[in-house]
């Protein structure tokens, strides 16, 4: 591929096979001048629905390239394609041990990199292998009871393994091409290569997962399941090893933690361990259902059309009387509401979708900001009590038995005098609640200023279709492990805190990359250790 250009549009009943034709045209080109055509993004604008139009960035080969340039330079969408750079490699074998606590996206990547590098990598993960935290979450939602160690939360994959699967960031690094490419190695759709917002699908993240377990085993990392991190070896203030499951000792030169935000006991360990922590600010609310079809006329002006994904939103509100900010969080189109508890006796729910998207609800988290004043913020943990205490109402509200508190949307604006029906995907069930009780005041009072806001960006959103389910608590951890530059803790050398657990990323790709980035910093520390021991020597 030599040139790269952007903003090709096509109508919804036109053919990708006229990309090329399209090209040739813009270009001024003969029929046929074009050859190797590759679509590196796809994406949708429905600002003029009902005429969506889907957008394509292209990679093609020409004839002569320099021609075309010259008679373009003003084309600000027409780019010469530059090679990528070569991954870096260690220059030589490190003699190290690296311990990874955590097997969501961050701890994978990282372990994924090191092994690269050449270090030696023990992962470790409290939950189990995916194929049997599957089955153990299938018997929570069918009622026969939530396994603290394997669950929504806790297992291969992190909590990830059980939502959208989206793949989207805000952060821009050159890397954001290897976790796809890498992805994709392990049997993720090609799409996601392509795809403005990818998403793999909570049904093939889990096949994707058990292929990069047997990638990373292919690079020598040994894969630990059902060990819980539960104490920190330390030998001149430094880290030393890793205690697991309170039993054994696990030497190493360095220790990776990638706890996923519901790891509270480990926070609770890394408090006790005199580890410098501090409160960060979260967000609480709830889930919003609505069906896909009302999703779709909003957004696309029609119910439905087979060359359209099931439709997507983003909104946010910032309210300027509490100056909280209130927004969509995770939303799931065709996808379903779970819950997602990891703790007995309390409520969490979540969203998760299939890679299809083919269901008949649509669904997001409609959250308000939480401060650290909104609870004890001299208590790095007490962010951690607020989700609890909320967690464990809603499963009291709702009748102790993992079924999730919901109301109809409109009887929850006070529109209507009597009940509307609540209908709702989740799983294990729901039963009707009046949320006003359940929710602090700061965040019901938020939700219900921002629906009519929300209603004036996409009509119809407030509607006696959709139904609020509570509660979501585990938007983001509510704690963050303190870090220098260089990845290592503030307080402890050799401990390195990385992902969302850890209070650096929010989302899927974000962990994976902050996972990376803290993998390289070590490789690059090791390498200047053993630079500076050459020239002494």
Same mark, same amino acid.
């Given at each position: 591929m030599s040139l790269r250009l952007r903003e090709l549009t096509l109508r919804l009943d036109q053919d990708e096979c006229s990309l090329a034709s399209l090209v040739e045209t813009e270009m001024g080109l003969p029929s046929g001048a074009v050859s190797g055509l590759l679509v590196v993004r796809k994406g949708i604008d429905a600002r003029k629905k009902p005429n969506v139009l889907r957008v394509y960035t292209v990679e093609f080969s020409v004839p002569d390239e320099r021609a075309v340039l010259e008679r373009h330079v003003g084309n600000a969408r027409l780019e010469k394609v530059l090679p990528q750079e070569p991954a870096k490699v260690c220059p030589f074998k490190p003699e190290k041990h690296v311990v990874?606590?955590?097997?969501?996206?961050?701890?994978?990547?990282?372990?994924?990199?090191?092994?690269?590098?050449?270090?030696?990598?023990?992962?470790?993960?409290?939950?189990r292998p995916v194929e049997l935290r599957v089955q153990d979450v299938r018997r929570f939602w069918a009622g026969e009871g939530l396994d603290e160690a394997s669950n929504v939360q806790f297992g291969e994959g992190g909590a990830g393994t059980f939502s959208d699967g989206k793949l989207t960031t805000r952060v821009n690094h050159p890397w954001t091409?290897?976790?796809?490419?890498?992805? +994709?190695?392990?049997?993720?759709?090609?799409?996601?290569?392509?795809?403005?917002?990818p998403h793999v699908g909570t049904d093939r993240l889990r096949l994707v997962l058990v292929n990069f377990r047997k #990638? #990373?085993?292919?690079?020598? +990392?040994?894969?630990?399941?059902?060990?819980?991190?539960?104490?920190?070896?330390?030998?001149?203030?430094? +880290?030393?090893?890793? +205690?697991?499951?309170?039993?054994?000792?696990?030497?190493?030169?360095?220790l990776l933690l990638a706890p996923g935000h519901s790891a509270r006991d480990t926070y609770r360990m890394l408090q006790t361990a005199g580890v410098s922590m501090e409160a960060k600010p979260f967000a609480v609310g709830l889930r919003v259902e609505h069906p896909v079809e009302c999703i779709n006329r909003i957004q696309y002006g029609m119910a439905a059309h087979p060359n359209l994904p099931a439709a997507e939103y983003a909104l946010s509100f910032n309210d300027s009387t509490t100056g909280r900010g209130i927004y969509s969080f995770c939303m799931c189109p065709g996808g379903e509401v779970v819950t997602a508890s990891s703790e007995s006796g309390g409520i969490v729910v979540n969203g998760m979708s299939y890679l299809s998207r083919g269901g008949a609800f649509s669904n997001s988290a409609l959250v308000v900001s939480v401060r650290p004043e909104d609870f004890d913020g001299n208590d790095c943990l007490a962010g951690v009590g607020f989700q609890r205490e909320l967690e464990q109402k809603a499963f009291r509200a709702a009748g102790g038995d993992y079924m999730a508190p919901a109301q109809n949307l409109m009887t929850f604006m006070g529109r209507r005098r009597e009940s509307c029906s609540v209908r709702s995907t989740c799983r294990p069930g729901v039963r009707e609640y009046e949320l006003d009780r359940l929710l602090p005041a700061f965040v019901s009072q938020g939700i219900r200023h921002a629906l009519p806001q929300f209603d004036r960006r996409m009509r119809g959103f407030v509607t006696s279709e959709a139904t609020l389910i509570g509660v979501e608590t585990r938007t983001s951890a509510p704690v963050r492990i303190l870090r220098h530059d260089d990845g290592q803790s503030v307080s402890l050398p050799g401990l390195y805190p990385v992902g969302e657990g850890a209070g650096y990323a929010g989302g899927i790709m974000s962990a994976a990359l902050d996972g990376l980035k803290t993998a390289e910093k070590i490789a690059m520390k090791v390498k200047d250790e053993h630079a500076i021991a050459q020239n002494i020597r």
């Amino acid at each position: 591929m030599s040139l790269r250009l952007r903003e090709l549009t096509l109508r919804l009943d036109q053919d990708e096979c006229s990309l090329a034709s399209l090209v040739e045209t813009e270009m001024g080109l003969p029929s046929g001048a074009v050859s190797g055509l590759l679509v590196v993004r796809k994406g949708i604008d429905a600002r003029k629905k009902p005429n969506v139009l889907r957008v394509y960035t292209v990679e093609f080969s020409v004839p002569d390239e320099r021609a075309v340039l010259e008679r373009h330079v003003g084309n600000a969408r027409l780019e010469k394609v530059l090679p990528q750079e070569p991954a870096k490699v260690c220059p030589f074998k490190p003699e190290k041990h690296v311990v990874v606590v955590g097997m969501g996206p961050a701890g994978l990547f990282s372990a994924f990199r090191l092994a690269q590098y050449g270090f030696t990598v023990t992962l470790v993960e409290r939950g189990r292998p995916v194929e049997l935290r599957v089955q153990d979450v299938r018997r929570f939602w069918a009622g026969e009871g939530l396994d603290e160690a394997s669950n929504v939360q806790f297992g291969e994959g992190g909590a990830g393994t059980f939502s959208d699967g989206k793949l989207t960031t805000r952060v821009n690094h050159p890397w954001t091409r290897l976790v796809l490419q890498t992805l +994709v190695q392990c049997g993720a759709p090609e799409d996601i290569l392509v795809q403005a917002k990818p998403h793999v699908g909570t049904d093939r993240l889990r096949l994707v997962l058990v292929n990069f377990r047997k #990638l #990373l085993q292919s690079l020598g +990392v040994t894969i630990r399941f059902e060990s819980r991190l539960t104490g920190i070896l330390k030998a001149r203030d430094c +880290v030393a090893g890793a +205690v697991l499951n309170d039993n054994e000792e696990l030497l190493c030169d360095a220790l990776l933690l990638a706890p996923g935000h519901s790891a509270r006991d480990t926070y609770r360990m890394l408090q006790t361990a005199g580890v410098s922590m501090e409160a960060k600010p979260f967000a609480v609310g709830l889930r919003v259902e609505h069906p896909v079809e009302c999703i779709n006329r909003i957004q696309y002006g029609m119910a439905a059309h087979p060359n359209l994904p099931a439709a997507e939103y983003a909104l946010s509100f910032n309210d300027s009387t509490t100056g909280r900010g209130i927004y969509s969080f995770c939303m799931c189109p065709g996808g379903e509401v779970v819950t997602a508890s990891s703790e007995s006796g309390g409520i969490v729910v979540n969203g998760m979708s299939y890679l299809s998207r083919g269901g008949a609800f649509s669904n997001s988290a409609l959250v308000v900001s939480v401060r650290p004043e909104d609870f004890d913020g001299n208590d790095c943990l007490a962010g951690v009590g607020f989700q609890r205490e909320l967690e464990q109402k809603a499963f009291r509200a709702a009748g102790g038995d993992y079924m999730a508190p919901a109301q109809n949307l409109m009887t929850f604006m006070g529109r209507r005098r009597e009940s509307c029906s609540v209908r709702s995907t989740c799983r294990p069930g729901v039963r009707e609640y009046e949320l006003d009780r359940l929710l602090p005041a700061f965040v019901s009072q938020g939700i219900r200023h921002a629906l009519p806001q929300f209603d004036r960006r996409m009509r119809g959103f407030v509607t006696s279709e959709a139904t609020l389910i509570g509660v979501e608590t585990r938007t983001s951890a509510p704690v963050r492990i303190l870090r220098h530059d260089d990845g290592q803790s503030v307080s402890l050398p050799g401990l390195y805190p990385v992902g969302e657990g850890a209070g650096y990323a929010g989302g899927i790709m974000s962990a994976a990359l902050d996972g990376l980035k803290t993998a390289e910093k070590i490789a690059m520390k090791v390498k200047d250790e053993h630079a500076i021991a050459q020239n002494i020597r």
